[in-house]
């Protein structure tokens, strides 16, 4: 059963009131999303968006709209239930993947399971597969990839072994890719808590669903969309997507952003939000001992100001 992470913190920061209506941007199995629809009774509305369609098919309840598509197209989806003229007074995103995501969909995402190298979470938007990353780009490329969006310290050796691997034959599934990653690193990752793999999935698995830049493009659109005094929750899994969540909230949170070396203000930026969070929010050692998967998780808050 999968356990929604920092479910207590999300509750108690979207300020949750009767009758309010709610966006959940990464439905997945429901966990926030059920817990919002118990606080904000009887008539409340939570919009769950989710790329995968069986998290779609999978649940209904009267309060409930559910919408298969990226969230990047929060705007656009928002803006298709003009109709019912809903207001919007908190916005979540949980950036993280559920161990169904990750091990019982069949495309490749887990190390543990010998799967088909594919990794796209939408087929349609998504053209590039893990497989034809790993088979077509070159050594270089491969390095890049496995450094900037992974973290790898051993991103060059282990893209050496692969080019030379898939010399021999194509690496199609999982398992030929993890083996070819324990040939590039298995000697300095023996005393390391971490599967050798890990961060090269990762990495693959953000390139191919262009998951930074989906983050990008969601975050000022959901200000947008919030009411004066809404909250934005949102949940990380690794510092490249912190990253990007911390900056927008530093950024969004001030006048001026022009550098500092100038003289006066020129660039007109109005601040949009204020940060509740002044330090991250990470689970308790309750819950991470409960839940593992969740000890990396951090989540950060912004309110919109009202003008």
Same mark, same amino acid.
């Given at each position: 059963?999968?356990?929604?992470?920092?479910?207590?913190?999300?509750?108690?920061?979207?300020?949750?009131?009767?009758?309010?209506?709610?966006?959940?941007?990464?439905?997945?199995?429901?966990?926030?999303?059920?817990?919002?629809?118990?606080?904000?009774?009887?008539?409340?509305?939570?919009?769950?968006?989710? #790329?995968?369609?069986?998290?779609?098919?999978?649940?209904?309840?009267?309060?409930?709209?559910?919408?298969?598509?990226?969230?990047?197209?929060?705007?656009?989806?928002?803006?298709?239930?003009?109709?019912?003229?809903?207001?919007?007074?908190?916005?979540?995103?949980?950036?993280?993947?559920?161990?169904?995501?990750?091990?019982?969909?069949?495309?490749?995402?887990?190390?543990?399971?010998?799967?088909? #190298?594919?990794?796209?979470?939408?087929?349609?938007?998504?053209?590039?597969?893990?497989?034809?990353?790993?088979?077509?780009?070159?050594?270089?490329?491969?390095?890049?990839?496995?450094?900037?969006?992974?973290?790898?310290?051993?991103?060059?050796?282990?893209?050496?072994?692969?080019?030379?691997?898939?010399?021999?034959?194509?690496?199609?599934?999982?398992?030929?890719?993890?083996?070819?990653?324990?040939?590039?690193?298995?000697?300095?990752?023996?005393?390391?808590?971490?599967?050798?793999? @890990?961060?090269?999935?990762?990495?693959?698995?953000?390139?191919?669903?262009?998951? #930074?830049?989906?983050?990008?493009?969601?975050?000022?659109?959901?200000?947008?969309?919030?009411?004066?005094?809404?909250?934005?929750?949102?949940?990380?899994?690794?510092?490249?997507?912190?990253?990007?969540?911390?900056?927008?909230?530093?950024?969004?949170?001030?006048?001026?952003?022009?550098?500092?070396?100038?003289?006066?203000?020129?660039?007109?930026?109005?601040?949009?939000?204020?940060?509740?969070?002044?330090?991250?929010? @990470?689970?308790?050692?309750?819950?991470?001992?409960?839940?593992?998967?969740?000890?990396?998780?951090?989540?950060?808050?912004?309110?919109?100001?009202?003008?």
């Amino acid at each position: 059963m999968h356990t929604p992470v920092l479910l207590n913190e999300v509750i108690e920061n979207l300020n949750i009131q009767s009758n309010q209506n709610f966006i959940d941007c990464t439905f997945g199995n429901a966990g926030h999303s059920m817990a919002i629809l118990e606080k904000n009774k009887p008539n409340g509305i939570v919009v769950g968006i989710d #790329l995968d369609i069986k998290n779609i098919l999978e649940h209904q309840e009267k309060r409930l709209i559910l919408i298969n598509d990226n969230f990047a197209n929060l705007e656009k989806i928002i803006s298709e239930l003009s109709e019912q003229n809903l207001k919007f007074h908190g916005i979540l995103l949980d950036l993280g993947f559920s161990s169904t995501q990750l091990e019982e969909n069949g495309l490749g995402l887990s190390f543990q399971k010998d799967e088909f #190298l594919d990794m796209r979470f939408n087929k349609i938007e998504a053209e590039v597969t893990a497989e034809k990353i790993i088979n077509k780009y070159s050594e270089k490329d491969l390095a890049n990839i496995f450094w900037k969006f992974g973290e790898e310290k051993y991103s060059r050796r282990i893209a050496r072994i692969i080019v030379q691997e898939r010399k021999k034959k194509q690496i199609k599934t999982t398992f030929d890719l993890v083996n070819a990653i324990k040939k590039a690193t298995l000697k300095n990752y023996k005393k390391n808590k971490i599967h050798p793999a @890990t961060k090269v999935f990762q990495a693959l698995r953000i390139v191919v669903n262009n998951e #930074l830049e989906n983050l990008k493009q969601v975050l000022p659109q959901a200000i947008k969309i919030l009411e004066p005094k809404a909250r934005l929750c949102v949940i990380s899994f690794h510092s490249l997507e912190d990253r990007i969540v911390k900056q927008f909230f530093k950024q969004e949170s001030k006048d001026c952003v022009c550098p500092a070396e100038f003289p006066k203000c020129i660039c007109q930026h109005q601040a949009v939000l204020k940060i509740i969070s002044k330090k991250v929010i @990470t689970p308790s050692f309750e819950e991470i001992k409960n839940n593992p998967r969740s000890r990396s998780a951090k989540m950060r808050i912004g309110e919109k100001l009202a003008f």
